[in-house]
T-cell receptor, first 116, second 111 residues
Framework: GAGVSQSPSNKVTEKGKDVELRCDPI?????LYWYRQSLGQGLEFLIY????????KSGLPSDRFSAERTGGSVSTLTIQRTQQEDSAVYLC??????????????FGSGTRLTVV | DQQVKQNSPSLSVQEGRISILNCDYT??????FLWYKKYPAEGPTFLIS?????DKNEDGRFTVFLNKSAKHLSLHIVPSQPGDSAVYFC??????????FGTGTRLQVTL
């Protein structure tokens, strides 16, 4: 597609439920990244993929968070047993390759997650 | 430990004047610095970047300056336009895979 697409754009869920957030990167982009932005904070790195592989999972806040990427394209971020502190905007980004950092990533519009 | 700091949460500038947004960092391993602009309900948009081997990079109305000894960078917007009103994030990286972001500065360009 022309840009990075994320769905849903908004999600309200009850505490304790599981949620799945989806990201469709720009076609041909091999690198994909997940960040989140909590209220009044900067963007916090969660995880990145090179192809389908996630070499660095250190940014995931807890073992309730997991992510996968299939076919070198779509990625899903799953949060199990959601907590109120998980409320944030979850942003996905992609880039052509990992080593073109100077060209910046292209971000999607994000999924606003609210846990009530 | 906040490795990238934007100490001014907001800035107001008149249209046509210069906007200067500042950013400080603590990690000497950072070797690339980027600025992103964010409008409400949209994802951040890449603006401009600078490698640590340079001290200045220009792109149209946007110039980024890097002072490595002071661990400080700034974004200059000249002239400022109302459409520049947004939140600006400074980011830094020492690896290509992860950006460390500041908390952002909200720029308001007034008529």
């Amino acid at each position: 597609g022309a840009g990075v697409s994320q769905s849903p754009s908004n999600k309200v869920t009850e505490k304790g439920k599981d949620v799945e957030l989806r990201c469709d990167p720009i076609s041909g982009h091999t690198a994909l990244y997940w960040y989140r932005q909590s209220l009044g904070q900067g963007l916090e790195f969660l995880i990145y993929f090179q192809g389908n592989s996630a070499p660095d999972k250190s940014g995931l806040p807890s073992d309730r968070f997991s992510a996968e990427r299939t076919g070198g394209s779509v990625s899903t971020l799953t949060i199990q047993r959601t907590q109120q502190e998980d409320s944030a905007v979850y942003l996905c980004a992609s880039s052509l390759t990992l080593d073109r950092v100077g060209e910046g990533y292209t971000f999607g519009s994000g999924t606003r997650l609210t846990v009530v | 430990d906040q490795q990238v700091k934007q100490n001014s949460p907001s800035l107001s500038v008149q249209e046509g004047r210069i906007s200067i947004l500042n950013c400080d960092y603590t990690n000497s391993m950072f070797d690339y610095f980027l600025w992103y602009k964010k409008y409400p309900a949209e994802g951040p948009t890449f603006l401009i970047s600078i490698s640590s081997i340079k001290d200045k990079n220009e792109d149209g109305r946007f110039t980024v300056f890097l002072n490595k000894s002071a661990k400080h960078l700034s974004l200059h917007i000249v002239p400022s336009q109302p459409g520049d009103s947004a939140v600006y994030f400074c980011a830094a990286t020492g690896t290509a895979s992860k950006l460390t972001f500041g908390t952002g500065t909200r720029l308001q360009v007034t008529l």
